[in-house]
Structure formats: structure tokens, C-alpha cells
């Protein structure tokens, strides 16, 4: 088959990260794939002199910066930067699938020669641009792909639109595995730094520091694309880690906290379960569908800071059941495999 998948960027987000691994593992598997990228960077959510300001920064980006290089993640298939994404720049194919709201609205005008037209949808995207046009896209004729049950549920319960496949993404063991398992006598703490704040870095850092006033022989360690100014002293801080490093992170950590106010399908919860860290999360992304509360996560409500720390400090007191909730997390992920998740991708992409 053919295949065009339609991307906004390609800079390191989960979200693109999801669709090279498809990208990849469909290419693997005998299929023509290509990733088209707009040389004029799509709005979003930049509006005003200082919006217009920001999506010519982004074009130059596009055009200039990371052309078709991708240095942060070994892609297989090639990169198209075209000037549009419209008829005249997009090649006809089997199918071609949307990554991003904005994104939907291309692939929706697009000539029928491209193709079965399909909506990757990773989350509800209202934080990237306006309501009204994120919620219009959903209602787009084409074929909708979602990531996690909240999503299905949120299409056909909210916007009255039928959902062709939920397809949970996926875990490389290859890469995040844990061999030999260790817990650390004074206990180290790992969590992920972001400064957009529906990541909830701030609700996790207060739970933490709630829990060290009891306990002030707990570590705390941070990775993060970029640093902030608002990491406490007392951290350990590692910015952009290559997966190698970040593996180990997780793997000699004993407890990694994942506070997000909302979430798609978030990577990171299950890339600590592969290697064997015990996961405290919020109840949003993939923690529905993997996290069973004292089983394989330990789970509160979002904005709950006192549910995370309450959470932590269960964890840190408890090595009975610090110990249950890594190997049961790990039991629990060790199905959802990049290589389950493409079959079924694949599956819904033949079938059409």
C-alpha cells in the first residue's frame, strides 16, 4: 500500500514520536510510506502580530532548521517538505491519514486520488488552537483512528461521530527493559520536568515535597527537553537524555510520578512500567485502560496533590507493595507492544 501521513512538524513530541513508530513498522512490513510536512507552518493557535510572529519562526523552522532531518529518532521512510499540503504536492495514494486537527482539514480537501482519508487522533486538542475549529474537525468526513477509551468515548458521546478503530499505542521492550531490578534503600523519586502546566510538574513537585518534610533522605530526578527555572536544588536534572540514559532513569529509579491534568496517550507511565519502576498517576491517558489502582499503579484524581503524595508515601513506606506494583505494571505493559498496535493499524488500513 500506499501511505501518506500528513504531520504539522517534526519536532520531538509523543505524538510524533507515535507516528514514526508506525511510520517505521508499516514501512518494515512492505509498505510505500511518506511523512509530508508544510514548509508554511500551520496556525494553531497563533493569532495577532504576535501569533503571526510565531508561525513565521515555526515556517523558518520547517524550511530551514529541520528541513527533512529528523535527529532524535532513527526514521526510516523519507520526509516531503512541500510548500502546502494540497493536490498539487501530496501524491496520489491508498491511504492518506491526518495527525493533527489542523492537519484534518488538509487531508478533508484533498482529491480522492489520495486515497482512503483517516484521522489519527492522539487527544483532545482544545490547548493547540481554537474550540471551535478543534471541535470541528472531528466532524470532518473521514475515517477516525483514537488512541485510548476516553476518546472513543469522547467522539461518540460528545461530538456524535463514529469511531472506525481504537488502537492503543505501543511499547518498544527493546528498548525499555529492566533485567535486574534493584530497590534502592533511600528511595529515588523520577518525574518527568515540563513547563506547560496541564503536564502538572508543579501538582507533582508539591506532592513530593510534602512527603519529603516526612521522609528528607528521598532523591528526587527530573528529565526534561529543556530546563526551566523553577527545579528545585535539590534535583537532579537530566535534559533531553538519549533513551539509553533515559532507560536507566527509570530502571534505577524506584517510583516515577506522572501528575498530568490531561493526556492522550502518555508514553512515559508505560516506559516505567517496562522497566519495572512503580507508576503514581493521574487518572487521565493511558492510566484508565493500564493503571488498576494497588495493582499495576498507584492512581488519584488530577489536580490531587494530596492523592499523590498520599500515593508516594504509601510506596515509600510499604516495600511489599512497592515491590507488587512494578512487577504487576510490567506484567500488565509487556502486551501493549509496538508490533500488536501496528497489526492492528495495518488491519484497519487493508480493510478499507
Not at 523519507?78 to 491526518?98: H, S, W
Amino acid at each position: 500500500m500506499k501511505i501518506n501521513f500528513i504531520l504539522p512538524f517534526t519536532s520531538l513530541t509523543g505524538g510524533i514520536k507515535v507516528i514514526f513508530e508506525y511510520a517505521n513498522r508499516l514501512n518494515d512490513r512492505g509498505h510505500d510510506v511518506i511523512c509530508y510536512v508544510p514548509m508554511l507552518a500551520y496556525r494553531f493557535n497563533n493569532y495577532g502580530l504576535v501569533g503571526e510572529l510565531k508561525r513565521f519562526k515555526s515556517s523558518v523552522g520547517n524550511t530551514l532548521k529541520r528541513r527533512t532531518k529528523v535527529d532524535w529518532f532513527d526514521l526510516k521512510v523519507p520526509i516531503k517538505l512541500v510548500p502546502l499540503i494540497n493536490d498539487i504536492f501530496i501524491r496520489d495514494a491508498d491511504v492518506t491519514i491526518a495527525t493533527a486537527w489542523p492537519t484534518a482539514y488538509s487531508v478533508y480537501k484533498l482529491n480522492k486520488s489520495k486515497g482512503e482519508k483517516y484521522y489519527f487522533i492522539q487527544h483532545y486538542e482544545i490547548w493547540s488552537g481554537p474550540k471551535k475549529l478543534v471541535d470541528g474537525s472531528y466532524k470532518l468526513p473521514l475515517k477516525r483512528i483514537v488512541i485510548a477509551k476516553w476518546l472513543k468515548d469522547l467522539m461518540e458521546n460528545e461530538f456524535k461521530v463514529d469511531v472506525t478503530a481504537l488502537i492503543p499505542n505501543g511499547i518498544n521492550l527493546n528498548e525499555f527493559f529492566n533485567d535486574n531490578k534493584v530497590f534502592n534503600k533511600e528511595k529515588i523519586i523520577l518525574m518527568m520536568y515540563h513547563n506547560l502546566e496541564w503536564k502538572g510538574y508543579k501538582d507533582g513537585l508539591k506532592a513530593f515535597e510534602m512527603v519529603r518534610k516526612k521522609h528528607p533522605e528521598l532523591k528526587l530526578r527530573l528529565f526534561g527537553l529543556k530546563k526551566g527555572n523553577d527545579i528545585p536544588e535539590y534535583a537532579e536534572l537530566y535534559e533531553n537524555p538519549p533513551r539509553n540514559l533515559l532507560r536507566r532513569l527509570y530502571s534505577t529509579s524506584d517510583i516515577f510520578v506522572s501528575p498530568s491534568w490531561t493526556e492522550g496517550w502518555h508514553l512515559p507511565p508505560m516506559e516505567a512500567m517496562a522497566c519495572k519502576c512503580a507508576v503514581v498517576a493521574t487518572n487521565v491517558g493511558c492510566i484508565p485502560d493500564i493503571g488498576i489502582h494497588r495493582e499495576t499503579a498507584m492512581v488519584c484524581e488530577p489536580h490531587d496533590i494530596q492523592g499523590l503524595a498520599n500515593n508516594i508515601l504509601e510506596l515509600v513506606e510499604n516495600e511489599e507493595l512497592l515491590k507488587k506494583i512494578s512487577f504487576k505494571g510490567f506484567e500488565k505493559i509487556r502486551n501493549y507492544t509496538w508490533e500488536n498496535s501496528t497489526d492492528l493499524l495495518e488491519k484497519v488500513l487493508m480493510s478499507k
